[in-house]
């Protein structure tokens, strides 16, 4: 079925992803969206054009502070309305309420149940029609006591138009039920979807309907109004001074409050709510609606993240919220300097002496897995250009960690690794074969297991789409396995100082912040669970280093050493150490 004409925009947060994809776009700037609207606000309050001197060229407000006003709020289903000696489209009426005055007289409100005509099921449209009016003073612009400088209105969408949610894909790939549906009727979704018919929209009733009157006193120039503030003033043309400001308050207003309406639904609920608004609330509101747009429109916010943002702030305490912008504030700043200090590590690192190789390679494998699995949940482009970058960065360890070279022996030219000297000259490639030996028993069988469990009782979209969740599955459950062929070696060497342990600092200080949400934040128990198995790993680091502490009188390859030893000494460890270089 065709949009109606009066469709509203936006789609809605449709079905929630897989708990992976979730995590992986958790990532989501809160401070980023605030930081813009709050920048945009202030850059036009100080780059607006300069007010002229003469006060003929201003534009000033029709009404005066605390002045009395009439409201009428009408229900039709036209969207331009004159029905004004209607008793069945009138269904609020309000009088003496004074403009731009805060207090309990100032907010008005009311509750009733609405009965939708049959053309409002049958995807039909219904708009509210707001007029106010100096106390005394008719709306009616056919009443003989009528005055256009005395009265003024507006017109809001009560029914919004939103495209209907995409059924869902994924099906039982041995066959048999699904969650809800069977595997047939998910079978004929797939090919109804092949045909690329029509985009299907239903109309969803806004149970609650927010009407703020602007307090704006500002003397505009008649031809350099500010842009966030032109599109909404409202100007009368005989005097080129403007009416206030009607602004439909739906800041709060979550997609999983509307209700859609159907031939089944007989009444539904219609909260009303009159009350003034300041300027500046007004227009961080706006400026934050624009924020997510612009969000929106370049692909780094996913329909249904605003809603979710919004019932932080709704349903958070205040003060948690406080603490949890802090600390995901600190752990950017952690995630950065461990970045950092992990690429100058790698690219200062000569020696592979110490260091598993084979995890580095594991670590690129398990980046490309959850890259391929983003790709296929078809993820904002921001989020895989994130995980591109990170999968481009895991290959680049790869070739400091071990010889990368092109074999053309064959007629396709195929990429060899080769170990390097320092790795494979000394016990270092036998600890790291040992260990990840017995350890890829383990993360076979786990992964076989998760796999056929997956397949057994979960739905997905296709067998690739299967082999990518139950990778993607492991990766997430059973990454912290390939950090422990570390573990062994530093056990076998008695030695942890070829460890970049200022990046493992940082990394650490991250995951006592995400034991913090772990608390905090509602997830699945399995979830809560697995957030301390990096505190294991990370434990037992530190109490390897506690065991094996570093010896402060060895000689570096520079030939200097943290403590003074004997000159004798001194000498015959740099010439040891020399000849150590020369073997590397």
């Known amino acids: ?95 003496n309420i004074p403009y731009a005055e805060w207090g309990p007289h100032s907010t008005r409100s009311l509750s009733l149940t609405y009965h939708p005509s049959e053309a409002l099921k049958q995807n039909g449209s219904l708009y509210a029609h707001v007029f106010f009016a100096r106390s005394g003073y008719p709306p009616d612009p056919s009443d003989p006591e009528y005055q256009p400088l005395s009265a003024f209105g507006k017109t809001h969408p009560v029914v919004i138009h939103l495209p209907k949610s995409k059924a869902d894909k994924r099906k039982r790939l041995l066959g048999g039920q699904g969650e809800s549906d069977g595997a047939g009727s998910v079978s004929q979704v797939i090919e109804e979807d092949k045909d690329e018919g029509p985009v299907e929209w239903i109309p969803y009733w806004k149970p609650n309907v927010t009407i703020n009157l602007v307090e ?17 003033l409202n100007v009368e043309p005989t005097t080129g001074s403007y009416y206030p400001t009607i602004f439909f308050n739906e ?23 009159v009350g003034p608004i300041s300027m500046t609330k007004w227009q961080l509101f706006l400026q934050i609606d624009q924020s997510f747009q612009v969000h929106r429109s370049y692909g780094s916010m996913l329909e249904g993240e605003s809603d979710e943002l919004k019932r932080v702030f709704l349903e958070g305490n205040p003060y948690l919220l406080g603490i949890t912008m802090v600390v995901s504030l600190l752990h950017s700043v952690f995630d950065f300097l461990a970045f950092k200090n992990d690429i100058q590590f790698w690219n200062k690192n000569k020696s592979m002496e110490g260091l598993s190789a084979k995890s580095v390679v594991v670590n690129f494998i398990s980046q490309l897995i959850v890259f391929l699995y983003l790709l296929d949940n078809d993820t904002s482009w921001m989020i895989l250009a994130s995980s591109g970058v990170g999968c481009c960065i895991e290959f680049w360890k790869i070739g400091k960690a071990m010889h990368i070279e092109i074999d053309r022996s064959g007629k396709i030219p195929m990429l060899k690794f080769r170990d390097r000297e320092s790795y494979a000259g000394n016990k270092t490639k036998e600890y790291d074969d040992l260990a990840m030996k017995y350890l890829s028993y383990v993360l076979f069988f786990l992964v076989a297991c998760s796999s056929v469990y997956s397949l057994m009782y979960e739905s997905h979209k296709s067998w690739y789409s299967w082999i990518l969740s139950s990778l993607t599955s492991c990766v997430y459950m059973f990454g912290f396995i ?25 990394k650490f200080l991250n995951t006592i912040i995400d034991d913090l949400f772990a608390f905090v934040i509602k997830m699945p128990t399995l979830h809560r669970l697995s957030v301390f198995r990096d505190d294991i790993i990370f434990l037992i680091y530190v109490y390897q280093r506690w065991v094996y502490p570093v010896d402060k009188t060895r000689v570096n390859e520079f030939g200097f050493a943290g403590e003074d030893v004997p000159a004798s000494q001194g000498a015959e460890v740099v010439s040891s150490t020399e000849g150590d270089k020369k073997t590397n």
């Not at 469709?7 to 980023?32: H, I």
């Open 1 to 95: 079925m065709a949009p109606p004409a009066a469709a509203g925009g936006g789609g809605g947060g449709g079905g929630g992803g897989e708990q992976q994809q979730q995590r992986a776009q958790g990532g989501f700037s809160l401070t980023g969206i605030i930081r813009i609207a709050v920048f945009w606000y202030f850059a036009s309050k100080f780059f607006s054009p300069k007010k002229p001197s003469d006060p003929s060229m201003l534009m000033s407000n029709l009404f005066q502070k605390g002045e009395s006003l009439d409201m009428w709020v009408y229900l039709s289903e036209h969207e331009k309305f004159n029905d004004f000696g209607s008793e069945g489209a009138l269904v609020w009426h309000e009088t």
């Open 216 to 232: 704006d006193f500002t003397r505009y120039p008649r031809n350099a109004v500010p842009p966030n503030v032109a599109p909404y």
């Open 251 to 273: 800041f709060w207003l979550l997609r999983n409050k509307l209700i859609p309406i159907n031939e089944t639904v007989d009444e539904v609920p219609l909260n009303l709510e």
């Open 482 to 506: 390939t950090m422990c062929p570390q573990l062994f070696i530093n056990y076998k060497l008695k030695s942890v100082a070829h460890l970049p342990w200022r990046q493992m600092t940082y």
